[in-house]
């Protein structure tokens, strides 16, 4: 496994972001809702950079089922775990921008609940991928269009718990 990008530089990048985040939603009603389960590492790290008072809340989606590097054709999306987001800002968590299917369909779900306005976040946005049309507000890092692990991002479920983001060569190794 090839290290795409080092814990020394998520760190730094994650501290930047936050400090750009409060200084947006600075005497807003922020809510920060992610998607499991690949955010939950740059949640974790995020929300203590956003010095101002926020709420959280959680989506669990899958697209990906078991030991493939591609997404199936179903997009399942748990909303168990999500707050009220009825006017209040809400700041949509990801882990990274691929198709943008799945943050798409989750920013159209929180405008039509009434959040009175919905940005989105992520770590990583891979180039070259995106077939639904959604800017993110803020990106950690672009990279380029392979599959990577690591800090929250799994294969199969594992190698979330690297602290770098690293490219998976082959089937896994
Ligand atoms: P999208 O809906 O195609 O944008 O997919 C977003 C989701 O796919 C992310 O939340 C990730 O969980 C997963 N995903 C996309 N690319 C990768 C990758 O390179 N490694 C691990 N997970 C990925
Ligand atoms: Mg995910």
Known sequence: MEILISEEAIRARV???GRAIEDEYRDRQLTIVAVLTGSLVFLADLMRQIRIPHRVGLYLASSYAGAVTEPGPELRIDRRFQPDVA?????????ILDTGRTLGTLATGLREQGAASVRVAVLLRKLGR??????PDYVGFE???AFV??????????????????V??????
């Open 149 to 166: 692990v690591g800090y929250g991002l799994d294969f199969d479920d594992d190698y979330r718990h690297l602290p770098y983001i690293a």
């Open 87 to 95: 006017g209040r800002d809400v700041l949509l968590l990801d882990d």
């Open 15 to 17: 501290v930047e972001l």
């Open 168 to 173: 998976l060569d082959g089937r896994g190794q």
């Open 143 to 145: 990279i380029p269009d």
């Open 130 to 135: 995106q077939v639904v049309p959604i800017e």
